[in-house]
Nanobody, 125 residues
Framework: EMELVESGGGLVHLGGSLRLSCAASGFRFDAYAIGWFRQAPGKEHEAVSCIDTYDGTTWYSDSVKGRFTISKDNPKSMVYLQMNNLKPDDTAVYYC??????????????????WGQGTQVTVSS
């Protein structure tokens, strides 16, 4: 069974940094791209970054470009999101998800995956 478990969230001040981790299991790691989504209170899920786990190609939304960096560790089946210069607008629950690289609007629910618990990121001003 495909499983992606997020960790690393927390409370930081404006301008601070956090590193989120995503542990993947139950599938061949390089079979899918893996991305990060976030959901702020009262809003829809928003894709913020994605990485092709085969060749390392990355994508970022305009809202995080230049501040967030996605990376992967294939032997450990891990994906990371380094978040720098955090802003209050970054406050949300962050989720990692399987994706098709290039189809950034939604996760790959067809892979038998669904939203997990996520990890809360709160940025205070």
């Amino acid at each position: 069974e495909m499983e992606l478990v997020e960790s690393g969230g927390g409370l930081v001040h404006l301008g601070g940094s956090l590193r989120l981790s995503c542990a993947a299991s139950g599938f061949r790691f390089d079979a899918y791209a893996i991305g990060w989504f976030r959901q702020a209170p009262g809003k829809e899920h928003e894709a913020v970054s994605c990485i092709d786990t085969y060749d390392g190609t990355t994508w970022y939304s305009d809202s995080v470009k230049g501040r967030f960096t996605i990376s992967k560790d294939n032997p450990k089946s891990m994906v990371y999101l380094q978040m720098n210069n955090l802003k209050p607008d970054d406050t949300a629950v962050y989720y990692c998800a399987p994706m098709i690289f290039g189809r950034f609007e939604s996760p790959l629910f067809e892979a038998g995956w669904n939203w997990g618990q996520g990890t809360q990121v709160t940025v205070s001003s």
